[in-house]
């Protein structure tokens, strides 16, 4: 049986934009990429919100996968390419060959049946996207960028307490903590 972890990078204080939508406060080292690779080659399939797919699918299948770009990335280009990807979205009509569109009234049972087909890691990203499918989530991955935004999207805007278990945590030179919770 599968599991769905929700990853996003965020700011200290809890938000994965800031308050002008951008993402530029979070400036990865080597160590975090490194990281972050070797996490994603362990991945059976992305589970991406639409605006989270339209942030990662150019950058990760046309600009950073090229000659020229550092390694750490082309290899994460590579991995990202190679794994099945879902994006929830009622308003995309088609994307690229080898993605799979999902509608919002068919997600949960869509995660559900993934997570029973599929034997490894389903990796969910957006906020909107994990929020509407918190009961469904196994895992809880966060990445805090030391920097303090003061504002933006938060990393998970659910209206009830949902209470974790710290498992893991560790910090990288470059400044980022890693905290992994799961359901007690």
Known sequence: MGKVIYWMNTSIDGYIEDPDGGMDFM?????????AN???????????GRRLYEAM????TQDLGK??????????AQIYKETPRYVFSDTLQTVPEGLTIVRRKDAASVVTRLKQEIDGTLQL???????S?????????VYASPVIVGGGKPYLPVREQLRLRLVEHRSFASGIMFRRYVRP
């Not at 000659?67 to 994460?76: D, V, W």
């Open 27 to 35: 400036d990865p080292d080597e160590d975090f990429r490194q990281a």
């Open 125 to 131: 990203g957006g906020p909107e996207l994990a929020a």
């Open 67 to 76: 000659e020229g770009a550092p390694a750490l990335e082309r290899e994460f």
């Open 57 to 60: 699918e150019k950058p990760w």
């Open 133 to 141: 499918l918190v009961d469904l989530i196994d895992e809880f991955w």
């Open 38 to 48: 070797d996490h994603v080659r362990r991945i059976a399939a992305f589970l991406f």
